[in-house]
């Protein structure tokens, strides 16, 4: 069966520091992958996604970045943290959407960031 | 951008009362999925929905997929506390990637 892994669970961060999540998954290949960002109380807001090895889509500016350099690896990363950076990162899998299966997302377990 | 709308974003009933959420996305959409949040944990796929006008059941939750497939909804019938979480929406339109709603937070009251 699959699992996705996520690490760290918690981490209390300086701003101006440097950040590094990361995601594995296990048990299925070329899966898509995905970062989302939760603030408190609020929505998911889709931060990158990835369709294969070094294929990398930011959906929003900001000082994050992410990288897929396995094909079940996915990191999100940052030189340089900021206050507003605060919040639950999720990382997911699925695999590739089509209209002719279900392709749910598969979500990890998440990061809580805080920034001070 | 695709933009994905909830509604309301909280929701309190009494136990044993019914509960909607409705989601609208900007654009048209190839398909919609359901997702639950509970308090601390992480979405948990519900259901998806493809076709135009589908209607879907799930025990007490019912999900509607829109004619013109740009909104939808969820209702349960007879809140339970075991229902208490948020409830997102996901919209795609054609590419990889999935837009979620803001959600709609539910409090049951015993």
């Known amino acids: 069966s699959q699992t996705i892994h996520q690490w760290p669970a918690t981490l209390v961060q300086p701003v101006g520091s440097p950040l590094s999540l990361e995601c594995t998954v296990e048990g299925t290949s070329n899966p898509n992958l995905y970062w989302y960002r939760q603030a408190a109380g609020r929505g998911l807001q889709l931060l990158f996604y ?18 897929r350099p396995q094909d079940r690896q996915f990191i999100l990363s940052s030189k340089k943290l900021l206050l507003s950076d605060s919040g639950f990162y999720l990382c997911a899998w699925s695999v590739p959407p089509t209209n002719s299966w279900v392709n749910e997302q598969f979500f990890g377990p998440g990061t809580r960031l805080t920034v001070l | 951008g695709q933009q994905v709308m909830q509604i309301p974003q909280y929701q309190h009933v009494q136990e044993g009362e019914d509960f909607t959420t409705y989601c609208n996305s900007s654009t048209t959409l190839s398909n919609i999925q359901w997702y639950k949040q509970r308090p601390g944990g992480h979405p948990v796929f519900l259901i998806q929905l493809v076709k135009s006008g ?16 740009k909104n939808s909804s969820l209702h349960i019938t007879a809140t339970q506390t075991t229902d208490v979480g948020t409830y997102f929406c996901a919209g795609r339109s054609t ?3 999935f837009y979620f709603g803001t959600g709609t937070s539910l409090t049951v009251i015993p």
């Open chain 2, 95 to 97: 590419g990889n990637q």
């Open chain 1, 50 to 67: 990835s369709v294969g090895i070094g294929q990398i889509s930011s959906e929003v500016p900001q000082n994050l970045s992410a990288s």
């Open chain 2, 54 to 69: 589908e209607v879907k059941k799930q025990k007490r939750l019912t999900f509607q997929f829109g004619e013109a497939k």
